[in-house]
């Protein structure tokens, strides 16, 4: 029944076009009317006329990534993806034993750093490689699906220590967003974020004691967890201080974070720090690039000829930052290799991470990848760049399995091997 209000009225706005199939990651490749924006609107429309039940619904609406590639491609304005959220935060979420675990352990700050420790450890000491070569996890399939996550190379540049500057009057105070998925598999991504934004940018304070920013609480729909983790992030925003910018490392973090603005605006307690926090955010590439700009710098050769970089899709489409880590990329004396050109869908699209929509959809997810792998292997691009370290993760494991020797890195890695001790002129 048309003409509803509500969570699904912009279901209202479709006109079965068509025109958000062909960037669709899972109509790709299921073919599946099911399984593409067009379908998922029909879904909510049966839903709101009560052909289907909410649980029919949300199993079905369970396989939209969130990518938003639709929105952008939607001549009405349809919104299936925030559909797909709206339906999720009714029905509740769906929950793997792997995707719970690592949430719990994400979401304490303590436990992700003390992993953090233990991996390195279980690396360097060569037991992962005994344990893999001799198959002991096979019987514990959740360690072993968790033991394939961590990447062989936790990073490809000598680890940068975090920056030790004493509070100078006059600068810019700068509070860094370190995520908690690159806190737990890449230990450089947030110190090198650190030292660059302290270098370019002013006194860098480390946010800390908040675990995860919430986001896969609120992709699966986990209301109250989610309101919990975002409440716990705007405590530590509040006690790092007046700030003038908080910086992202993680680009998931700060689509999340400019979401809590919305989601407590109805909370006296933290409506108006959440719409403080969202106007101070920004990803760690547009910060950046907003200030290098403005100054004179040499970067030096990190060790690579060519590189590509790789688009978080909600960064993309939903918050519309594109040009911005390209240029950061284009100052580096190195070759820029955009991703498949005359393929759009393979440059802009999708890798199937999906948050940990890899951890509850496997093999769904390892198929979408596999375009997103083959335009990196056509590229030229020695080097894959990203700032969201769950594409990151996704992508590298997908090189490593089929021995590609493309290396995968964080964007502030790069910058920092390239920038390190650069003073600026302006």
């Known amino acids: ?43 909510i429309l049966a839903l709101q006329s009560g052909a289907v039940t909410p649980a029919e619904a949300a199993a079905a609406l369970d396989h939209c990534l969130l990518c938003r590639a639709c929105h952008a491609a939607c001549p009405a304005g349809v919104r299936p993806a925030k559909l797909a959220l709206a339906l999720r935060g009714q029905v509740g979420p769906r929950p793997t034993v792997l995707s719970r675990l690592l949430h719990r352990i994400t979401n304490s700050h303590r436990m992700t750093a003390r992993l953090a420790g233990l991996l390195t450890s279980y690396q360097r000491s060569g037991l992962r490689h005994v344990v893999q070569r001799r198959g002991w996890l096979h019987h514990l399939p959740t360690l072993e699906r968790l033991d394939a996550l961590v990447p062989r190379q936790r990073s490809l540049f000598p680890l940068p220590p ?101 989601a407590l605006d109805h909370d006296p307690a933290y409506a108006a720090v959440a719409e403080d926090f969202a106007r101070k955010l920004h990803t760690l590439s547009q910060f950046l690039a907003g200030r290098l700009k403005r100054l004179t710098l040499t970067a030096k050769n990190p060790g690579f000829a060519a590189v590509t970089y790789h688009d978080h899709c909600q960064t993309r489409f939903g918050l519309g930052i594109i040009e911005e880590p390209r240029w950061l990329l284009a100052t580096l004396p190195m070759r820029y290799h955009e991703l498949a050109p005359k393929d759009p869908f393979s440059s802009e699209g999708c890798c199937g991470a ?34 969201n370290p769950g594409c990151l993760l996704h992508i590298a494991a997908g090189l490593e399995q089929a021995d590609s020797a493309v290396r995968v890195c964080h964007l502030a890695e790069l910058l920092w091997a390239a920038y390190a001790q650069q003073q600026p002129t302006h």
């Not at 509500?6 to 109509?27: E, I, R």
């Not at 002013?202 to 896969?216: D, K, Q």
């Not at 999906?354 to 990196?376: F, M, N, V």
Request: proline share 7%; net charge positive; charged share 15%.
């Open 162 to 262: 975090y920056p030790d500057a004493p509070s100078q009057a006059g600068r810019p105070r700068i509070g860094l967003l370190a995520g908690c998925i690159g806190r737990l598999f890449y230990l450089a991504v947030a110190p090198a974020a650190a030292q660059l934004l302290a270098q370019y940018g002013g006194e860098v304070i480390l946010l800390g004691g908040f675990g995860c920013c919430g986001a896969p609480f609120r992709e699966s729909g986990a209301r109250q967890p989610f309101l919990r983790q975002a409440r716990r992030t705007l405590d530590a925003f509040v006690a790092a201080g007046p700030l003038q910018a908080v910086v992202c490392d993680s680009t998931v973090c700060a689509v999340t974070g400019r979401s809590y603005a919305r």
């Open 1 to 43: 029944m048309r003409g509803g209000s509500g969570p699904f009225a912009n279901a209202d706005l479709c006109t079965q076009c068509g025109y958000c199939l062909p960037v669709c990651p899972t109509y790709r490749v299921e073919n599946n009317e099911l399984h593409g924006p067009r379908g998922r609107v029909s879904l």
């Open 354 to 387: 999906g948050g940990d929509y890899q951890l509850r959809h496997p093999e769904r997810s390892q198929q979408i990848r596999t375009a997103k792998l083959a335009a990196i292997q056509a590229s030229g691009a020695e080097l894959v760049v990203g700032e």
